[in-house]
């Protein structure tokens, strides 16, 4: 396929829809593409989720490794994989979740460190309504060559780990 590639991303969660924002928009360390909030572990893509995808499309799924049931992942890949206009399908585990990403690559000794929250419990909260994301990463040393640099040692395993294509 020639043109344009086109980027995908499905992600877990309303927390990955912020930190991908902000690496793509204020940090550009990933390309830029679209960011859909899609659990691709726990849920199974149909034709009409995937009917507004442009030809020559990378499909980008991103998931928390953090329960071992790689079943789903596995048929959703097949099902895009089926697709001509689908580019490739690369797989980001994070391992196990966003949480653990964000401190593997940052030099914090806990996730709540990067928003200032009071609990873990408000974490999350903060992370999603944060306007300054990307600074914030940039304040406590993030490294995006941590980030999603791991491959987890779950039924997941079987998907490795694909982020390289996507990091600029």
């Not at 930190?19 to 830029?32: D, P, S």
């Not at 953090?66 to 797989?91: G, T, Y």
Request: aromatic content about 10%; overall charge positive; proline content about 2%.
């Amino acid at each position: 396929m020639r043109g344009q590639a086109y980027y995908q991303y499905y992600v877990e969660g309303e927390d990955e829809v912020a930190v991908l924002n902000a690496l793509k928009m204020e940090l550009r360390c990933i390309r830029a593409g679209r960011i859909e909030k899609f659990n691709s572990v726990q849920n199974v893509f149909t034709s009409a989720r995937i009917r507004t995808l442009r030809p020559n499309t990378a499909v980008i799924l991103v998931y928390d490794t953090d329960i071992n049931m790689a079943s789903i992942l596995e048929e959703n890949i097949l099902f895009l994989n089926k697709h001509s206009f689908i580019k490739e399908v690369i797989c980001i585990p994070q391992v196990k979740n966003l949480e653990d990403e964000i401190l593997r690559s940052c030099q914090i000794k806990n996730a709540v460190q990067l928003t200032g929250s009071d609990s873990r419990k408000d974490f999350k909260r903060d992370l999603i309504s944060c306007t300054n994301l990307g600074a914030k990463l940039k304040k406590c040393g993030f490294d995006i060559s941590k980030f999603w640099n791991s491959v987890p040692e779950n039924e997941f395993y079987q998907f490795g780990n694909q982020a390289c294509k996507i990091k600029c």
